[in-house]
């Protein structure tokens, strides 16, 4: 059985798609922080939506990768988890 990470890694390999991939990843960080700070609250897209002031659809479709979140939006968002949000400008690492 080829596991996802096995797959992922084969991937990897061809140029275009590990510098694609590499490209998303900021995206996908916020999304995956966002999706497990919701759920370490226990809170749901709807009750974060009354927390913010951000229509459900658009929680899900941050979420979902679907939408791209405005600086605002991550303010509120942020404000809505009650944490603050910080923005990292970081050394690249050497491939």
Same mark, same amino acid.
């Given at each position: 059985?080829?596991? =996802?990470?096995?797959?992922?890694?084969?991937?990897?390999?061809?140029?275009? =798609?590990?510098? %694609?991939?590499?490209?998303?990843?900021?995206?996908?960080?916020?999304?995956?922080?966002?999706?497990?700070?919701?759920?370490?609250?226990?809170?749901?897209?709807? %009750?974060?939506?009354?927390?913010? *002031?951000?229509?459900?659809?658009?929680?899900?479709? +941050?979420?979902? *990768?679907?939408?791209?979140?405005?600086?605002?939006?991550?303010?509120?968002?942020?404000? *809505?988890? *009650?944490?603050? +949000?910080?923005?990292? =400008?970081?050394?690249?690492?050497?491939?």
């Amino acid at each position: 059985m080829i596991t =996802f990470r096995d797959s992922l890694n084969k991937r990897l390999q061809d140029e275009h =798609f590990r510098k %694609e991939y590499e490209a998303i990843q900021p995206d996908m960080d916020i999304i995956r922080t966002l999706v497990r700070i919701r759920k370490e609250q226990c809170l749901t897209q709807q %009750e974060l939506a009354a927390r913010t *002031g951000i229509d459900q659809g658009d929680i899900s479709r +941050l979420e979902n *990768g679907s939408r791209n979140p405005t600086l605002n939006m991550l303010k509120k968002l942020a404000d *809505g988890l *009650g944490m603050s +949000l910080r923005l990292e =400008f970081v050394p690249k690492q050497p491939v």
